[in-house]
T-cell receptor, first 115, second 116 residues
Framework: AQKITQTQPGMFVQEKEAVTLDCTYDTSDQSYGLFWYKQPSSGEMIFLIYQGSYDEQNATEGRYSLNFQKARKSANLVISASQLGDSAMYFCAMREGRGGFKTIFGAGTRLFVKA | NAGVTQTPKFRVLKTGQSMTLLCAQDMNHEYMYWYRQDPGMGLRLIHYSVGEGTTAKGEVPDGYNVSRLKKQNFLLGLESAAPSQTSVYFC???????????????FGDGTRLSIL
């Protein structure tokens, strides 16, 4: 069965420093997609970054990058130059490759950025 | 741009009451999903649909029913509400197919449901 594990319930980072949020996954599919979402205190879900299982290069979107290690089944999110507005809940998610449906989420990591 | 709209936004029910949560999307998405979010457990998939007239069970389907009579609407029903169903419910939609597999889900703003 598919599973997403985020082992860090909470993380603290100093403003302007980089932080890595861990995500490991388990699937028997060869084709799948990995996503990271941000949920600020206002509650909406904001898409950050995507990595496909066949993508050879790590995905990057502005200050966000995804450290994809397929053999280890990990898809860690790296946030560079943290800002106070990065304080939020972060979710890792995996979508099945067959038809692109049935996306499951990890338990999330709450990030606190200190001034 | 409406995107995904959930109604109601808040609701308080008594144990044993029934209710229906409505999700509507205007993006012509084939796939729709219902999740519940509980502290420390992230989002858990309740039911999903890959097209009009089709539904499937997710991770935590017990106590819920769904219907997708129209492509743009996905209804989540609680026939006999229980306190364990107190949660925040999110609806999401996405495009179908491998060619759109890199597209994220679009989420509604959530429905906060309390069962007393």
């Amino acid at each position: 069965a598919q599973k997403i594990t985020q082992t860090q319930p909470g993380m603290f980072v100093q403003e302007k420093e980089a932080v890595t949020l861990d995500c490991t996954y388990d699937t028997s599919d060869q084709s799948y997609g990995l996503f990271w979402y941000k949920q600020p205190s206002s509650g909406e879900m904001i898409f950050l970054i995507y990595q496909g299982s066949y993508d050879e290069q790590n995905a990057t979107e502005g200050r966000y990058s995804l450290n994809f290690q397929k053999a280890r089944k990990s898809a860690n999110l790296v946030i560079s130059a943290s800002q106070l507005g990065d304080s939020a809940m972060y979710f890792c998610a995996m979508r099945e490759g067959r038809g692109g449906f049935k996306t499951i989420f990890g338990a999330g990591t709450r990030l606190f950025v200190k001034a | 741009n409406a995107g995904v709209t959930q109604t109601p936004k808040f609701r308080v029910l008594k144990t044993g009451q029934s209710m229906t949560l409505l999700c509507a999307q205007d993006m012509n998405h084939e796939y729709m999903y219902w999740y519940r979010q509980d502290p420390g457990m992230g989002l858990r998939l309740i039911h999903y649909s890959v097209g009009e007239g089709t539904t499937a069970k997710g991770e935590v389907p017990d106590g819920y029913n769904v219907s997708r009579l129209k492509k743009q609407n996905f209804l989540l029903g609680l026939e006999s509400a229980a306190p364990s169903q107190t949660s925040v419910y999110f609806c999401a939609s996405s495009l179908p197919g491998v060619e759109h597999s890199n597209q994220p889900q679009h989420f509604g703003d959530g429905t906060r449901l309390s069962i007393l």
